[in-house]
């Protein structure tokens, strides 16, 4: 099976703080996500990646950055973490090579940050 | 803008009793529509896809459809096991798969 890890599950961070949510998957897939999830606003796209070095952003960027130096690796950054980045953070993969192509992802268990 | 809402936000069922979820969508090039399963504490996971209108697929209890405008998701004779949030998600032209807020299922013994 695919597996999306995510490197810490929970998290309190000050205001300011920079502050970084890993994600490794481990099947060789191509593409990554980083979702952010709240109530009743569902998932929202925040960057994605579609190949090592390249990112491209997604609904709501701002106050995010991304690195994917490995392709199983993508990372996701706020470089100055606010109030209103508390939430649920969870990164995805997909493989457009596998059943049902790029369409389908595979989630992490995903990072709830509290910033304070 | 292409936008995705379910119904109803929450659910309640007893155990046995057989129900649907809505799931409405804006036409904007849909390129997939798509339901995953979430439950409490971990990421979505993946339950179906439907391409086109008319089309169904079916999983255990759960049979998922497609029209032009709208998927349901329905739940034939539900177990406690099922209790969960669905969430319907929509592919456009563009290539983004855009998350409604889903919908929170609870299933009564």
């Known amino acids: 099976d695919v597996k999306v890890t995510q490197s810490s599950r929970y998290l309190v961070k000050r205001t300011g703080e920079k502050v970084f949510l890993e994600c490794v998957q481990d099947?060789?897939?191509?593409?990554m996500f980083w979702y952010r999830q709240d109530p009743g606003l569902g998932l929202r796209l925040i960057y994605f990646?579609?190949?090592?070095?390249?990112?491209e952003k997604g609904d709501i960027p701002e106050g995010y950055s991304v690195s994917r130096e490995k392709k199983e690796r993508f990372s996701l950054i706020l470089e100055s973490a606010s109030t209103n980045q508390t939430s649920m953070y969870l990164c995805?993969?997909?493989?457009?090579?596998?059943?049902?192509?790029?369409?389908?992802?595979?989630f992490g268990a995903g990072s709830r940050l509290t910033v304070l | 803008e292409d936008q995705v809402t379910q119904s109803p936000e929450a659910l309640r069922l007893q155990e046995g009793e057989s129900s649907s979820l809505n799931c409405s969508y804006t036409?904007?090039?849909?390129?997939?529509l798509f339901w995953y399963r979430q439950d409490p504490g971990k990421g979505p996971e993946f339950l179906f896809t439907?391409?086109?209108a008319g089309e169904e697929k079916e999983k255990e209890r759960l049979k998922a459809t497609l029209t032009k405008k709208e998927s349901f998701l329905h739940i034939t004779a539900p177990k406690p096991e099922d209790s969960a949030t669905y969430l319907c998600?929509?592919?456009?032209?563009?290539?983004?798969?855009?998350f409604g807020p889903g919908t929170s299922l609870s299933v009564i013994p």
């Open positions: 995805a993969s997909s493989d457009p090579r596998g059943p049902g192509g790029a369409n389908v992802l595979t």
């Open positions: 998600a929509q592919k456009t032209s563009y290539d983004k798969v855009i």
């Open positions: 990646s579609y190949d090592v070095k390249m990112k």
């Open positions: 099947m060789d897939h191509e593409n």
């Open positions: 439907l391409y086109s």
């Open positions: 036409v904007s090039g849909l390129r997939g």
